[in-house]
């Protein structure tokens, strides 16, 4: 397995075109970018702790050794609980998004899917799925996963819509390969990955062939681009020194548009192609398994990040003991772990799907929960945590100012508490990076909206 160092290294030799703010960027120079650079560096080097080895570490039944978890496909019900631990730790150590998170879970689905396909078809998808695994977990290579397309007039199916792209399409075919067109958005880490799966963000329907497409491409491929989210968060950080920034080595989640113009995939990395039958339940078991995990699981970590800082803040001022205080933090401490607790519950409810497979699923029913819950859950902690610490977290001076001789020493007067005023701010811009972030919509959106899990719930 590679540490964080030769995860880094090996990115050299990776040209991604990439696009921040209206230029293009280098991965490896730019301050934005580097820090999923560093998100996922860290991970790599978590598997290498022996603290965190039955988390971040699993046994491959294919190439006969450890591999990182990240590229593990779950063989039993621990294996999905080990799973979801893993998302915590990496919530807890990175304070953002843990980059290999959605490539790990297209894996198990598609592992799951493509056994069934070649069941049922006699298409040898499983075999070229079983090939790529491992390749992936021999060069222990970082991953992510790309499902949501840009989907246009979402009151028409694809092939009614103007700009046929705007879902993911195969638009040839040849003895070598496919050609893809499309985009997919939102997207978490592929900048940083060497390989994304691509999957179909939705179940299609006869004459919807061309869209029921899922494949695998290296990063840099021809024809592939990367066009970045932009935020207040980016333009601090292009221009406040590092050490000002909310989180300062890893800093929020970064995403990114990928676009496909005419990428050529050669056969052995498709894994559907035409065979609509099939995406639903590909979708759907992606949607289980990542629901758990980005539910019930790292939103879980996140919100001991959270939980951790509005007590710090309730100590530094000085109200830790009063009784509301105390209230609203075990409140915040209730939603996170009835997340937890749902996500324990999909884990060790999960079953083998379909039997025969080997591959091991959460239970449907818990993961959707967990997901439901942390969507409201999290705003609460949030809603909470911005309470508790106070308006300083959104109206705070810089902290640049400390370093002015002339407004430096008013601000050590009058925000010092218990503790400095370097301490007091720089917790406020811990919280600040959360509360008055862009965690909220994400963690309502990711894996899916709260009525896309009351749709799932309501028909299971």
């Given at each position: 397995m590679k540490t964080g160092t030769e995860y880094v290294?090996?990115?050299?030799?990776?040209?991604?075109?990439?696009?921040?703010?209206?230029r293009q960027v280098d991965l490896l120079e730019n301050p934005t970018t580097m820090t999923v650079v560093r998100a996922n560096a860290r991970v790599y080097?978590?598997?290498?702790?022996?603290?965190?080895?039955?988390?971040?570490?699993?046994?491959?039944?294919?190439?006969?050794?450890?591999?990182n978890r990240n590229l593990h496909i779950a063989r039993n019900t621990e294996d999905l609980e080990r799973r979801a631990d893993m998302a915590i730790l990496t919530a807890q150590k990175l304070g953002t998004c843990n980059y290999r998170c959605v490539g790990a879970d297209v894996l198990n689905a598609l592992a799951s899917v493509t056994w069934e396909l070649e069941r049922d078809t006699g298409t040898p998808y499983h075999q070229r799925f079983l090939k790529y695994l491992t390749y992936l977990q021999e060069n222990d290579l970082a991953v992510s996963g790309a499902v949501t397309d840009a989907k246009g007039d979402r009151s028409k199916r694809p092939p009614q819509q103007e700009d046929l792209d705007v879902h993911v399409r195969v638009v040839d075919k040849t003895s070598e390969g496919i050609v893809v067109r499309g985009a997919k958005v939102s997207q978490s880490g592929a900048i940083a990955a060497h390989e994304t799966v691509v999957i179909p963000g939705m179940a299609m329907r006869p004459g919807e062939e061309d869209f029921a497409v899922a494949f695998a491409f290296p990063n840099g491929a021809p024809g592939v681009t990367y066009i970045c989210q932009y935020s207040p968060f980016t333009a601090e950080r292009e221009v406040m020194p590092e050490k000002y920034q909310g989180n300062p080595l890893y800093g929020v989640r970064e995403t990114s548009m990928i676009v496909f113009d005419n990428v050529f995939v050669p056969w052995d990395r498709v894994f559907l192609c035409g065979e609509i039958r099939y995406t639903g339940t590909l979708i759907s078991r992606f949607a289980k398994i990542h629901r758990m995990n980005c539910g019930g699981a790292c939103k879980v970590g996140f919100a001991d990040l959270i939980i951790g800082a509005a007590q710090l803040a309730a100590e530094y001022t000085g109200v830790d003991k009063v009784p509301h205080i105390i209230d609203k933090i075990t409140e915040m401490i209730c939603l996170s772990e009835t997340c937890h607790a749902c996500a324990i519950a999909a884990a060790v409810k999960g079953r083998e799907e379909p039997p025969g497979s080997g591959v091991f699923l959460p239970d449907d029913v818990f993961g959707n929960v967990a997901k439901l819950n942390v969507g409201h859950g999290f705003w609460e902690i949030m809603k909470w945590a911005g309470d508790i610490a106070g308006g300083l977290v959104v109206t705070m001076p810089s902290e640049k100012e400390l370093e002015n001789p002339e407004s430096g020493p008013l601000l050590r007067k009058f925000f010092r508490t218990a503790v400095p005023a370097e301490k007091r701010l720089r917790l406020a811009k811990f919280l600040q990076n959360w509360t008055a972030g862009l965690h909220g919509p994400g963690t309502w959106h990711g894996a899916g909206s709260p009525q896309a899990q009351r749709m799932a719930l309501y028909r299971l």
């Open positions: 290294q090996s990115l050299k030799h990776l040209k991604p075109r990439i696009f921040l703010g209206g080097d978590l598997a290498h702790e022996p603290e965190f080895a039955d988390v971040m570490t699993a046994d491959s039944s294919y190439i006969g050794r450890k591999v």
